[in-house]
């Protein structure tokens, strides 16, 4: 027998030429690979093996020619490991024909349908989620809304009450908008209420990150005459760092009027901003 031509018999046929030695580099790799993939085959290889071995030392020992008798059962032997080891990889086949049988792919097909019903429900929640964070959205900005109209239309009343209500009103809003911050701007330089002016000072500091609030904070120290605005508008500008404000902190230290008190508090203001 030899393994020349492997690519007309079947690999099984290789287990004399593999004891024997006979196969080469490529087919002893292949089949090597073979036993290892299938352990019966192994098995019944290393059994055909150790019997050779056994005949081997008993050719040693004895240097009489063998008998007919011997012959006809070695090869009555090897017939049938030959006919095992294709039983085995006819065995091998069957479990590979089993494994990818109807039912099998019926599994398969039910395991990726659930997959499939998971993405779409998945993306079904996910477009849920975002209509309903869509609507909410939408109304915070309709109540910001009304709340910025209700600011406006108070801050015009001409009840002092009605005023501190809006700013106060105005002071409950995340992030006013530009229309309510520069009503509350207007009513730190004009409203003729002191306690509403300090109410919307109050409220636009916590704005003061602002750029725009900032400024108007700064152009609104010439509007102040009253003592308590000046002194609470020149904390605050120490309390931010704003070196802008210097000028007109200087110019309010011109006015002949000023009370000693808020004079000394501004030039303590200017030195620390200096």
Do not use: C
């Not at 393994?3 to 089949?31: A, C, I, K």
């Not at 998971?118 to 009304?146: C, E, P, R, S």
């Not at 009343?157 to 009503?183: C, E, F, G, I, Y």
């Not at 007109?248 to 030039?267: C, G, H, I």
């Amino acid at each position: 027998m030899s393994p020349n031509d492997d690519q007309h018999q079947p690999q099984s046929d290789w287990v004399m030429d593999y004891l024997n030695g006979e196969l080469d580099h490529s087919q002893s790799r292949t089949f090597k690979e073979i036993l290892a993939a299938d352990p019966d085959l192994k098995k019944e290889v290393e059994a055909l093996q150790q019997v050779m071995q056994q005949l081997t030392r008993a050719e040693q020992l004895d240097q009489a020619e063998p008998s007919t008798d011997m012959d006809k059962n070695f090869y009555q032997m090897l017939n049938a490991e030959v006919k095992l080891s294709k039983q085995t990889k006819t065995t091998t086949i069957q479990r590979l024909s089993q494994l990818f049988s109807l039912p099998v792919l019926r599994r398969f097909g039910m395991a990726f349908g659930f997959v499939a019903f998971g993405v779409f429900v998945g993306h079904y929640w996910h477009l849920l989620n975002q209509q309903t964070t869509l609507q909410a959205q939408q109304v915070a900005m309709k109540d910001q809304q009304i709340q910025a109209l209700t600011v406006l239309s108070l801050l015009d009343m001409p009840s002092a009450n009605k005023r501190m209500l809006a700013v106060s009103l105005a002071n409950t809003t995340n992030q006013p908008d530009a229309v309510v911050v520069d009503a509350l701007l207007n009513t730190l330089r004009q409203d003729q209420n002191i306690n509403v002016r300090l109410e919307a000072l109050d409220v636009l500091a916590q704005l003061s990150g602002q750029d725009k609030v900032r400024q108007g904070l700064i152009q609104a120290i010439a509007y102040q005459q009253s003592p308590m605005l000046q002194i609470a508008i020149a904390n605050l500008m120490l309390q931010l760092n704003e070196k802008q404000a210097i000028e007109p902190l200087q110019n309010l230290l011109k006015q002949p009027d000023l009370m000693q008190p808020v004079r000394t508090q501004l030039e303590t203001t200017v030195e620390g901003l200096i």
